[in-house]
Nanobody, 115 residues
C-alpha cells in the first residue's frame, strides 16, 4: 500500500520561507505526475503546483514566482519550496498524484503564516 507522508510545515511570519517534503513509500514517485495541494479551513482542497513525469512544472497563479516544486526520484521525495509566504498561504498542505488522484491522502503538514 502506498503511503504519503508530508512534513516541513510550521509557523512563519509573512515573507518567510519553508521547505515541504513528501515521502512516497510503497511505490515509485516517478511513475506519475505529482502535485502539492492545500486546504484552508472552510475551503475546498486546491492544487498548488504539479510536476509531470518529464519534469515540466506548473503553478496556480497566486504562487507563481514564489513556490518551486521539485522531485528526487532516487529518494522518492517530492519537495515544495515556498518563499515570500503570505497569510493567504495558510493551509494544510498535501501531496498526491496529478492529474488523477491515485493514493489515499496523507495527514498533511500545516503551514501557518502570520505576524
Amino acid at each position: 500500500q502506498v503511503q504519503l507522508v508530508e512534513s516541513g510545515g510550521g509557523w512563519v511570519q509573512p515573507g518567510g520561507s519553508l521547505l515541504l517534503s513528501c515521502a512516497v513509500s510503497g511505490n515509485s514517485a516517478s511513475l506519475y505526475g505529482m502535485g502539492w495541494y492545500r486546504q484552508a479551513p472552510g475551503k475546498s482542497r486546491e492544487l498548488v503546483a504539479f510536476i509531470a513525469i518529464g519534469g515540466t512544472t506548473n503553478y496556480r497563479d497566486s504562487v507563481k514566482g514564489r513556490f518551486t516544486i521539485s522531485r528526487d526520484d532516487a529518494k522518492n521525495i517530492v519537495y515544495l519550496r515556498m518563499n515570500s509566504l503570505k497569510p493567504e498561504d495558510t493551509a494544510a498542505y498535501y501531496c498526491n498524484t496529478h492529474p488523477t488522484i491515485r493514493y489515499w491522502w496523507g495527514e498533511g503538514t500545516q503551514v501557518t503564516v502570520s505576524s
